[in-house]
């Protein structure tokens, strides 16, 4: 299948940082990606939908300042978590469609605030 | 609104049998996508297997095969000879269509965890 890649798988970063996941469509182009968050033991909770040349969709109750991003390129998407708190600690991870019947997921980037 | 009940959250199967991983949901779009994915404690999420609502046949992907119900608004995975690399949590999701930029915006089911045994 396709490869969607994304990184860093994970980060440790200190409370009021900022820290920047990259999702990258290795082998097709995405218009849009799709960024997701998963709480332990949790299902996956969607975020927000990145399209390519214009703002991200939000999802209700998502803070598009803390959650910034930005659709660089049609195989780039980046999430910026901006002055991290340990709340924010999570899984984060990312998911590009390829027509209507597939959607690949980048690996996931594990978060903690410390 | 589009809704996935996965009922079962953890589910334990022995070695090289057969099992069925529940799913039901509730749409009032008359065109959607149904998917399983296979989460393992890495993390990643592996895509089995894509049902569309106008499919006529069940959708089958080696030993993973989805009994699709459509009256009944059910999509059923079974995976057949099961090995103990299958153990590990299993999402059902339903593809709701974006009609601005495309796509496919997935909702997600609450999961099963199964467990393989020898």
Request: proline fraction near 3%.
């Amino acid at each position: 299948g396709a490869v969607v890649s994304q990184h860093p798988s994970r980060v440790i970063c200190k409370s009021g940082t900022s820290v920047k996941i990259e999702c990258r469509s290795l082998d097709f182009q995405a218009t849009t990606m799709f960024w997701y968050r998963q709480f332990p033991k949790q299902s996956l909770m969607l975020m927000a939908t990145s399209n390519e040349g214009s703002k991200a969709t939000y999802e209700q109750g998502v803070e598009k300042d803390k959650f910034l991003i930005n659709h660089a390129s049609l195989t780039l998407s980046t999430l910026t978590v901006t002055s991290a708190h340990p709340e924010d600690s999570s899984f984060y991870i990312c998911s590009a469609p390829l027509g209507r019947t597939e959607a690949f997921f980048g690996q996931g980037t594990r978060l903690t605030v410390v | 609104a589009q809704k996935i009940t996965q009922t079962q959250p953890g589910m334990f199967v022995q070695e090289k049998e057969a099992v069925t991983l529940d799913c039901t949901y509730d749409t009032s779009d008359p065109s959607y996508g149904l998917f399983w994915y296979k989460q393992p404690s890495s993390g990643e999420m592996i895509f089995l297997i894509y049902q569309g609502s106008y499919d006529q046949q069940n959708a089958t992907e080696g030993r993973y095969s989805l009994n699709f119900q459509k009256a009944r608004k059910s999509a059923n995975l079974v995976i057949s000879a099961s090995q103990l690399g299958d153990s590990a949590m299993y999402f059902c999701a339903m593809r709701e269509v974006i009609l601005t930029g495309g796509g496919n915006k997935l909702t997600f089911g609450t999961g099963t965890q199964l467990k393989v045994e020898l």
